[in-house]
C-alpha cells in the first residue's frame, strides 16, 4: 500500500541557483523547469488597477508578462537562491521560494481521491545552513493551512542527491550551476567540513560571453540574457592546453569556425578570424586565471569575487582542479584515494557538448578538463564521469531517494535525514 | 528532416515488483540484473545506468518490506516501446506481478487523447491543469494523468499475465497506441 503511494505521490523539488526543478514521480525522468525566481509587481499603476489582477508576487512562465522598466527589475526581480543561501530574515526571499513550492506542487496537484498530499523531497545546496531546513519546514506547513498538498517532507543536500541518483556511496561531487559551484566529497554523508564553495558557475560564463559579442560588435544583442545563453552555450570550446589551442585557432580560424543563427531571427553571429575566442569561454568555466582573461576584467568584466557568506569563504578564481584538491584533502587521509577515484559531475555548467572529432587534441570534454587540471598538479589515479543529465540529476536524486526512505523513518536533526509527517 | 508532422517523444518511469526470498539483497540485485542482460541486449554501464538497446535502466533498487520481502524498483529513460514490453516479460517470468508507471513526454494533440480516454471511462476527472481517467483497455485497467501545460502523459498499469505480454495488452503496445491517437509515430 505504502509503496503504491509512492510510486504515484513522491514529489521532488532541487531548489538551484537560477533553475527551481521539481515534479511528481509521474514526470518518469525530466523534471518541469523554471526560473528560481520571483517578481514583485508594482500594483500601483493604471494598467494594473484597470485590467490585471493585482498580484503579489510572479513566478514561472508569467514573469515576463510582468516585467516592467528596467530600472526596477534589480529592486523587485529577486532570486532568493542566488548563493545557495537565504538569509534568515530575508523575507522577500522567502516569500518567492514559498510561490514557487506552491507553484510547483498546484502544477502537479491530482484529482485522485487517494491523494493525501505528496511526500515532497527537497533539496538544497550542501552549504545551506540548519535554518534553512527549518525554513522549509516552516513553509511546507505554511502551504498545507490552505489545502494539504504535503503529507510528508524532507530535505537532501544536492550533492548527495547526485550521488544517490549514481548510486555512489564514497565519492566527491562537482555541482556546478548558474550561480556557484559546490565541491563536496560524500561517504554516505556529505563531509560537511571538507565542502568548497566556489563562488562562479554558468552565470559567469555567460558574462565573458558577453564581452566577446560586444567585441564582435553585438553589443545590443550582448545585453540580452537569453541571446548571450544560447551563444554560450553554441560557441563555447573548453580547451585541452588553452595557450595551444588559441595559438592554433588564430592560425587557422577556419578550423573552429561555427556560425549560428538565432530562431526566429534574422540574426546569424558568425565569428570569422576570432573563432579562438571560443575557448575563452570554456576555459573561464575551469580556470579563470590565464592572463589573457586580464584585459576582460580591465574593460569590465566583472571578476568572480571572494564573498564569505556565514562562517563559509566562496572563492572566486579556484580553479576547478585546486578545488577539488582543496576539498579531498580536508578528508580522513585514507579515504582520500577513494574519493578521487570516483568524481562525479554534475550542473548545468558541465552541459557541454562532446566536440567533434576534427578538433580533438584541441578541445575536449569537462571530464578530460578536470582530468588534466587534476593532472597538472600531480593527481593521476582519477577516475571522473559525468551524471547522465547533468542539469537534471539532483531531482532524479531527490525522486529516488523520497521512494526508497521508509515512510515510517522520522526526521532526525542530528543526521539530517528522514521524513517530518504533516499527517 | 523537416517532418513538421512527426511528434518526438521520450519514455521514461518506473516498474516496481514483489520477490520473496531468502537470498541477500546483493544476490538478488545480481540477478535481476542478469536477467535483464539475458532478455534485453546489454550494451554498456555508464555511472551507476545500465544502457540496453531500446532503452536505459538508470536505477535498480531493493528495498526491504516489513515483512522481510524485498520491492525491486527499476527507473529507466529514453525507452522504446518494444524495451517496456521485454522489460515486462522478463521480469513476468520470474515474479508474478508488476506495476508500471510511465511517462511519456511529447507535443500530443492532448485534446484527442482526452476524448479518447473520456469515452469509455470508468471515471474521469479534470482540473486547470490536468485531466486524470481511468479507463479499460481490452483487458487491461490503465490509469492515465495527462498534464497538457507540460507536454507529459503518465500510464499507470499492473501486468500479471503471459497475456500482457502479447499484443494489445503488453505495455509498449498500449503507450504506441496512446501515442497514435495523440497524433505521435512512436
Ligand atoms: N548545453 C549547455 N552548455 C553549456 N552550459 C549549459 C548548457 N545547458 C545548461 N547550461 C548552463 O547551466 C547553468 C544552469 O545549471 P543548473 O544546474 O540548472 O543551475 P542551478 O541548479 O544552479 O540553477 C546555466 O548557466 C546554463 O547556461
Redesign the interface.
Known amino acids: 500500500m505504502s509503496?503504491?503511494y509512492k510510486?504515484?505521490y513522491s514529489f521532488g523539488a532541487d531548489y538551484g541557483t537560477s533553475y527551481f526543478k521539481f515534479g511528481s514521480?509521474?514526470?518518469?525522468?525530466?523534471p518541469?523547469m523554471i526560473e528560481n525566481r520571483g517578481y514583485f509587481p508594482r500594483n500601483d499603476n493604471i494598467m494594473h488597477n484597470a485590467f490585471g489582477e493585482t498580484k503579489d508576487i510572479v513566478v514561472g512562465d508569467e514573469v515576463p508578462l510582468y516585467l516592467q522598466a528596467k530600472e526596477d527589475l534589480t529592486e523587485n526581480l529577486i532570486y532568493p537562491m542566488k548563493n545557495g543561501i537565504i538569509e534568515k530574515n530575508n523575507s522577500r526571499a522567502w516569500d518567492v521560494v514559498k510561490t514557487i513550492s506552491l507553484y510547483g506542487l498546484?502544477?502537479?496537484?491530482?484529482?485522485?481521491n487517494d491523494f493525501e498530499g505528496f511526500n515532497i523531497v527537497a533539496s538544497l545546496s550542501s552549504i545551506a545552513p540548519r535554518y534553512m531546513y527549518e525554513k522549509i519546514f516552516q513553509i511546507y506547513k505554511e502551504i498545507n493551512k490552505k489545502r494539504k498538498l504535503i503529507k510528508a517532507a524532507t530535505v537532501i543536500s544536492q550533492p548527495l542527491s547526485v550521488a544517490i541518483?549514481?548510486?555512489?556511496t564514497t565519492c566527491t561531487v562537482i555541482e556546478s550551476g548558474h550561480g556557484n559551484t559546490q565541491v563536496c566529497p560524500i561517504s554516505h554523508y556529505p563531509i560537511r567540513n571538507a565542502i568548497v564553495p566556489i563562488n562562479r558557475g554558468g552565470g559567469d560564463a555567460n558574462s565573458i560571453t558577453a564581452e566577446i559579442l560586444k567585441d564582435l560588435g553585438y553589443s545590443d544583442l550582448a545585453r540580452e540574457e537569453a541571446f548571450v545563453l544560447r551563444a554560450k552555450e553554441k560557441l563555447g570550446l573548453i580547451p585541452v592546453d588553452f595557450e595551444k589551442s588559441v595559438a592554433k585557432a588564430k592560425k587557422h580560424p577556419k578550423k573552429f569556425k561555427n556560425k549560428f543563427k538565432i530562431p526566429g531571427t534574422r540574426i546569424v553571429v558568425e565569428l570569422e578570424e576570432n573563432t579562438w575566442t571560443r575557448f575563452l569561454i570554456g576555459e573561464y568555466v575551469f580556470d579563470p586565471n590565464h592572463e589573457l582573461f586580464t584585459s576582460y576584467f580591465k574593460r569590465g568584466l566583472p571578476k568572480p569575487k571572494d564573498i564569505r557568506i556565514g562562517d563559509l569563504l566562496f572563492k572566486g578564481m579556484l580553479d576547478f582542479g585546486e578545488a577539488i584538491i582543496e576539498a579531498v584533502e580536508r578528508c580522513p587521509v585514507e579515504l582520500q584515494p577513494h574519493l578521487y577515484r570516483n568524481i562525479?559531475l554534475s550542473g548545468g555548467n558541465f552541459c557541454w557538448e562532446q566536440p567533434s572529432i576534427q578538433l580533438k587534441g584541441l578541445a575536449t570534454s569537462a571530464n578530460s578538463k578536470i582530468k588534466l587540471l587534476l593532472r597538472k598538479k600531480g593527481i593521476t589515479n582519477v577516475n571522473i564521469?559525468?551524471?547522465?543529465e547533468p542539469q537534471y540529476s539532483v531531482w532524479?536524486g531527490t525522486?529516488?531517494y523520497g521512494?526508497?526512505v521508509?515512510e515510517n523513518y522520522n526526521w532526525s536533526w542530528d543526521q539530517l535525514e528522514g521524513w517530518i509527517s504533516f499527517d | 528532416m523537416n517532418q513538421s508532422k512527426k511528434i518526438k517523444s521520450?519514455?521514461?518511469?518506473?516498474v516496481?515488483f514483489n520477490i520473496v526470498t531468502k537470498e541477500s539483497k546483493l544476490i538478488q540485485f545480481e540477478n535481476i540484473l542478469e536477467l535483464f542482460k539475458q532478455n534485453l541486449k546489454f550494451l554498456r554501464k555508464?555511472?551507476?545506468?545500465y544502457i540496453f538497446s531500446g532503452g536505459?535502466i538508470?536505477?535498480l533498487?531493493l528495498?526491504e518490506?516489513n515483512n522481510g520481502s524485498l520491492?525491486a524498483?527499476i527507473?529507466?529513460?529514453k525507452a522504446k516501446p518494444f524495451f517496456l514490453d521485454n522489460l515486462t516479460s522478463a521480469t513476468l517470468s520470474n515474479f508474478n506481478k508488476n506495476?508500471l508507471?510511465?511517462?511519456?513526454?511529447g507535443n500530443f494533440d492532448f485534446d484527442r487523447i482526452k476524448n479518447y480516454l473520456k469515452d469509455g471511462s470508468d471515471w474521469f476527472?479534470?482540473?486547470k491543469?490536468?485531466?486524470?481517467a481511468k479507463k479499460r483497455y481490452d483487458k487491461k485497467k490503465i490509469h492515465v494523468?495527462v498534464?497538457p501545460?507540460?507536454a507529459?502523459l503518465?500510464l499507470?498499469c499492473e501486468f500479471n499475465d503471459k497475456e500482457d505480454t502479447l499484443d494489445p495488452n503488453s505495455p509498449g503496445r498500449i503507450i504506441k497506441n496512446l501515442s497514435r491517437i495523440g497524433g505521435g509515430t512512436t
Open positions: 509503496l503504491d510510486q504515484k514521480i509521474l514526470c518518469g525522468e525530466e518541469k498546484e502544477a502537479f496537484e491530482p484529482t485522485d541518483a549514481h548510486k555512489v562525479l564521469s559525468m551524471t547522465n532524479r525522486i529516488i521512494y526508497a521508509p | 521520450i519514455i521514461s518511469g518506473q516496481i555508464k555511472t551507476g545506468a536505459i538508470s536505477n533498487d528495498i518490506n520491492t524498483s527507473r529507466f529513460n506495476s508507471s510511465c511517462s511519456m513526454k476527472e479534470e482540473t491543469k490536468s485531466y486524470s494523468t498534464y501545460g507540460m507529459l503518465n499507470m
